[in-house]
């Protein structure tokens, strides 16, 4: 069975393949590890949630994909904006739906990682914006990783191929409602991917190794490393005034993509996010949430990947073999779709078996 899936989006085409039949069925994935609905429409493109007076949690909804959420900080003199987005297509639109909500400017940019879909929408902002991140992430975008490797390829080096498949897919279809959303999801995909095509990356400007604080008119924003995770520099945003915690990938609201993950520091790391004092996590993907329990679910199911993958590893398994056998159902309950993080569970034991072999980058 191969299953193609429009990255992220809350209409995916699943295609069976069988020697004498083909068969696509449209399914609704409903929450995802984002929630950007290309098709349907919707005259507006994000939305603004005021979490507490001031900090929003932008989500695209709209027909441009953003991929990430964007967190909002906004101040007496001016605007902070953490994560930039998966283009700077995306990154335009935000700017001008932002305008609905404030109109006062926006002087820093936070990258939560250099992963393409916090860090591509950078471009668009000018010169005098400080773009904030960790030493790593700036190091990983000036040699081309945010425009290569495995994230990449995973999220949009795939696109084309699944444009394709989709194309191939159209003629055996007879039901003109699936036909038109098929042909919808083409036409999106086909969007995005020149949207993406777009892309100049930019590094941030500012850089951090451990922490730095900015004052704001009272408002103290803090920006924290506390150890590899989700990538090797991943900073959180901490808004003690404020109860806030803006986390980018390393806390996401359901399973994040492990395809480039220090599996057993992130554990340690979340340790140090939850001595924090807050009352609200503004994740990477997904809704904002209060439960502190989340963090504890994902650190199981982290240390669960981590155990099973190392046996199986220890016991000379393969990782395909590895991806097929290792059991998460008992994370179902708080995850859903345990065993099917973005990008899919061979990615992360693929990861796994780097760190083991010594060979992650
Ligand atoms: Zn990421």
Same mark, same amino acid.
């Given at each position: 069975?191969?299953?193609?899936?429009?990255?992220?989006?809350?209409?995916?085409?699943?295609?069976?393949?069988?020697?004498?039949?083909? *068969?696509?069925?449209?399914?609704?994935?409903?929450?995802?590890? /984002?929630?950007?609905?290309?098709?349907?429409?919707?005259?507006?493109?994000?939305?603004?949630?005021?979490?507490?007076?001031?900090?929003?949690?932008?989500? +695209?909804?709209?027909?441009?994909?953003?991929?990430?959420?964007?967190?909002?900080?906004?101040?007496?003199?001016?605007?902070?904006?953490?994560?930039?987005?998966?283009?700077?297509?995306?990154?335009?639109?935000? &700017?001008?739906?932002?305008?609905?909500?404030?109109?006062?400017?926006?002087?820093?940019?936070?990258?939560?990682?250099?992963?393409?879909?916090?860090?591509?929408?950078?471009?668009?902002?000018?010169?005098?914006?400080?773009?904030?991140?960790?030493? *790593?992430?700036?190091?990983?975008?000036?040699?081309?990783?945010?425009?290569? +490797?495995?994230?990449?390829?995973?999220?949009?080096?795939? $696109?084309?191929?699944?444009?394709?498949?989709?194309?191939?897919?159209?003629?055996?279809?007879?039901?003109?409602?699936?036909?038109?959303? &098929?042909?919808?999801?083409?036409?999106?995909?086909?969007?995005?991917? *020149?949207?993406?095509?777009?892309?100049?990356?930019?590094?941030?400007?500012?850089?951090?190794?451990?922490?730095?604080?900015?004052?704001?008119?009272?408002?103290?924003?803090?920006?924290?490393?506390?150890?590899?995770?989700?990538?090797? +520099? /991943? $900073?959180?945003?901490? &808004?003690?005034?404020?109860?806030?915690?803006?986390?980018?990938?390393?806390?996401?609201?359901?399973?994040?993509?492990?395809?480039?993950?220090?599996?057993?520091?992130?554990?340690?790391?979340?340790?140090?996010?939850?001595?924090?004092?807050?009352?609200?996590?503004?994740?990477?993907?997904?809704?904002?949430?209060?439960?502190?329990?989340?963090?504890?679910?994902?650190?199981?199911?982290?240390?669960?990947?981590?155990?099973?993958?190392?046996?199986?590893?220890?016991?000379?398994?393969?990782?395909?073999?590895?991806?097929?056998?290792?059991?998460?159902?008992?994370?179902?309950?708080?995850?859903?779709?345990?065993? /099917?993080?973005?990008?899919?569970?061979?990615?992360?034991?693929?990861?796994?078996?780097?760190?083991?072999?010594?060979?992650?980058?």
């Amino acid at each position: 069975m191969c299953r193609i899936q429009s990255s992220n989006l809350a209409l995916a085409l699943v295609v069976v393949s069988a020697t004498s039949m083909v *068969a696509c069925r449209l399914v609704e994935t409903g929450a995802g590890s /984002d929630s950007a609905v290309r098709v349907g429409g919707n005259p507006s493109n994000f939305t603004f949630t005021e979490i507490v007076p001031d900090i929003y949690h932008a989500q +695209g909804v709209g027909d441009i994909v953003a991929m990430s959420n964007a967190g909002i900080v906004i101040n007496d003199e001016d605007v902070l904006i953490v994560d930039s987005h998966v283009s700077p297509a995306a990154a335009d639109v935000l &700017l001008e739906d932002l305008k609905t909500v404030t109109n006062k400017p926006v002087r820093f940019v936070v990258n939560t990682h250099w992963h393409m879909d916090h860090s591509h929408g950078n471009q668009v902002y000018p010169s005098e914006v400080e773009i904030i991140g960790h030493e *790593a992430s700036r190091a990983a975008m000036v040699t081309g990783r945010s425009n290569s +490797g495995r994230a990449y390829e995973t999220f949009i080096g795939s $696109v084309p191929g699944r444009i394709a498949a989709m194309e191939g897919a159209l003629d055996t279809i007879g039901d003109p409602e699936l036909r038109t959303r &098929l042909e919808e999801t083409i036409k999106a995909d086909r969007l995005f991917f *020149a949207q993406t095509q777009e892309v100049v990356p930019t590094p941030p400007n500012t850089t951090l190794s451990e922490r730095m604080s900015l004052f704001r008119s009272g408002r103290e924003i803090r920006i924290l490393f506390f150890g590899r995770g989700h990538t090797e +520099g /991943d $900073v959180i945003v901490h &808004l003690p005034d404020d109860g806030v915690i803006i986390t980018g990938d390393l806390l996401p609201e359901g399973l994040p993509y492990m395809g480039d993950g220090y599996v057993p520091e992130w554990i340690e790391t979340l340790e140090h996010v939850k001595a924090l004092d807050f009352e609200w996590i503004i994740p990477g993907h997904g809704a904002p949430y209060q439960d502190r329990e989340k963090i504890d679910h994902l650190q199981a199911y982290l240390r669960d990947v981590w155990t099973q993958t190392v046996s199986f590893h220890g016991s000379g398994t393969d990782p395909e073999k590895t991806a097929v056998g290792i059991d998460l159902t008992a994370h179902a309950e708080h995850f859903k779709g345990a065993i /099917d993080p973005p990008g899919g569970i061979g990615l992360a034991v693929l990861r796994i078996f780097e760190l083991l072999d010594g060979t992650a980058n």
